[in-house]
């Protein structure tokens, strides 16, 4: 048997308003092992690994490392015995160059003065011992995402970490870039390391373990070896039920003769004379899911703002909402042309976090005749709407006047989806529609998205999540360097392995082959 690195006995952790976050927690880590963490948010992880890592003290229990008993006082100490984790939003500066990240607080020093040349010097060997291909002098701000993630697991290396926690550390990476990852994580356990991996993503959860543990409301479900769990299996433990990720059953094609819910010509976006979108082109149709594809920073989100109204730079080019020129149009009056829209931070751009469930709901209709009486707001008729909502899309919650901040991110999820579902627009602009949110609530809202094409709008689908945008895609467009690389008419005929060399601008179609497709 390998020996334990890491032993959690009875770890219970308790918050001062009463909620439990982690009770009785047994879990026993293995030196040189790939030991996953999986659950649906809320479940417990991320106060686990705080635990760990010294940022939360549990109420309770025993934290043991290496053969003894530990009480980290801050992260500060986790990092000195030898413990390290990556973060799922980056944590680096990005004006800092590679080396000076990497040594941040643990400087060589020479004399008074940090030792730059030793710096580089050991930086760029501890790159190149892992196969990172890391130029550790350029500035973080030059590198791709895969670049960056790198360069924070460098990081953990630099300060002699033994065990190190990965946080979703696929969620932006293509096909190639994980597949990379996984090869230097198997080398990290073949040299003693042992890796705490949190995914979402069961498919790579599955490739990557060698054992995994399940945790559902605050308690672990138990600890099985990876070969003697079928993926069927591992969802059933997390959600407590099936989970069906095949969704061409669901879909009905609806034909609504062809009509554009969105196009899209000649999109060009300049900024400070580049060109971050450059002649994009492009049409979804009614009743049809159309995904993008591209590794973030690719003009994805400048071209969201655009269709959606948020751009303050101006643009060049025609976008127009069912049948509707939009140029010179603000944010309502594109809402009122019939698009819907699912923002990607919903914590900032989706909610009013201070305000009720109730006026979430109707938050982006609140001028709309059934709830807007002649002097003030229906309140019965905003009331009977949140109600229905929150039944009709299975938000927890006790009340529709608890404050939305108040809820999981899958429950706020479900809450932003229903409020414009209930829009009945033609066209939806869905925004990473999942991110950060557990399978069973990722489903669900896969689900509506579904239904809505199913009766008759057009979807235009922005995720990072290469699996998303094959499962639910009708078709798919890759987007590289601001520009259309690719696009294919029907998803399921592409592999991820393809989409992703394309994501990378290995390869890419000419301007013929998109034109003609398109």
């Known amino acids: 048997m390998a020996e334990t690195i890491l032993k959690l006995d009875k770890v219970t952790k308790v918050y001062g308003n009463g909620t439990v976050a982690n009770r009785d927690i047994n879990i026993e880590f293995k030196k040189g092992e790939i030991h996953s963490i999986v659950g649906e948010n809320g479940a417990g992880k991320s106060t686990l690994m705080k635990i760990i890592f010294g940022i939360e003290a549990p109420s309770s229990g025993v934290v043991t490392y290496k053969g003894e008993e530990v009480h980290f006082a801050s992260s500060m100490d986790a990092i000195e015995a030898g413990i390290g984790m990556v973060h799922q939003h980056f944590m680096l500066i990005p004006s800092y160059s590679v080396v000076d990240n990497i040594i941040l607080g643990m400087e060589p020093k020479n004399g008074i003065f940090i030792n730059t040349k030793q710096a580089v010097k050991v930086c760029q060997e501890l790159s190149d011992k892992y196969n990172f291909e890391v130029d550790v002098t350029q500035k ?205 931070d919903r914590m900032n751009d989706g909610i009013a976090g201070d305000l009720p469930i109730s006026d979430n709901m109707i938050a982006t209709y609140y001028d709309r005749e059934d709830v807007n009486g002649k002097i003030t707001m229906n309140l019965k008729a905003i009331d009977k709407i949140s109600d229905e909502l929150i039944e009709q899309f299975s938000v927890k919650t006790g009340s529709n006047k608890t404050k939305i901040n108040a809820l999981s991110g899958g429950n706020i999820q479900k809450v932003v989806v229903a409020r414009e579902y209930n829009t009945h627009s033609n066209l939806m602009i869905a925004e990473q529609p999942t991110h950060g949110i557990d399978i069973g609530s990722a489903e669900f809202v896969h689900h509506q998205l579904i239904e809505m094409a199913n009766n008759g709008a057009g979807i235009l689908l922005v995720s990072a999540d290469l699996n998303e945008v094959m499962n639910l895609s009708d078709h798919i467009i890759v987007m590289f360097d601001g520009k259309i690389a690719g696009y294919f008419d029907k998803a399921k005929e592409v592999s991820d392995q393809e989409l992703g060399l394309y994501m990378l601008g290995v390869k890419h179609q000419t301007e013929e082959e998109i034109r003609g497709a398109l």
């Open 140 to 344: 973080v701000a030059e590198l791709s995402v895969g670049k960056r993630q790198k360069v924070e697991i460098l990081k953990t290396l630099y300060r002699n970490a033994e065990l190190i926690i990965l946080d979703e550390p696929t969620s932006v990476l293509t096909p190639q870039e994980t597949e990379q990852l996984f090869e230097q994580l198997k080398s990290f356990t073949e040299q003693g390391k042992t890796i705490i991996f949190i995914s979402h993503k069961l498919e790579e959860v599955k490739q990557i373990s060698n054992r995994i543990t399940v945790m559902r409301n605050g308690v672990s479900k138990g600890t099985y070896n990876n070969e003697d769990l079928t993926m069927a299996q591992l969802t059933n433990l997390i959600v407590g039920r099936d989970v069906e990720t095949d969704y061409e059953v669901y879909k009905k094609h609806p034909d609504f003769n062809k009509e554009y819910a969105l196009k899209v010509e000649n999109l060009t976006l300049k900024h400070a004379s580049r060109n971050i979108l450059d002649n994009v082109s492009f049409g979804v149709r009614k009743g049809e899911i159309l995904g993008i594809a591209g590794v973030e920073g690719n003009g994805q989100i400048d071209l969201v703002k655009c269709i959606t109204g948020l751009q303050e730079v101006e643009y060049s080019g025609k976008i127009e909402i069912n049948g509707v020129d939009t140029t010179g149009m603000n944010v309502r009056q594109r809402r009122n042309s019939g698009m819907a829209y699912i923002p990607e």
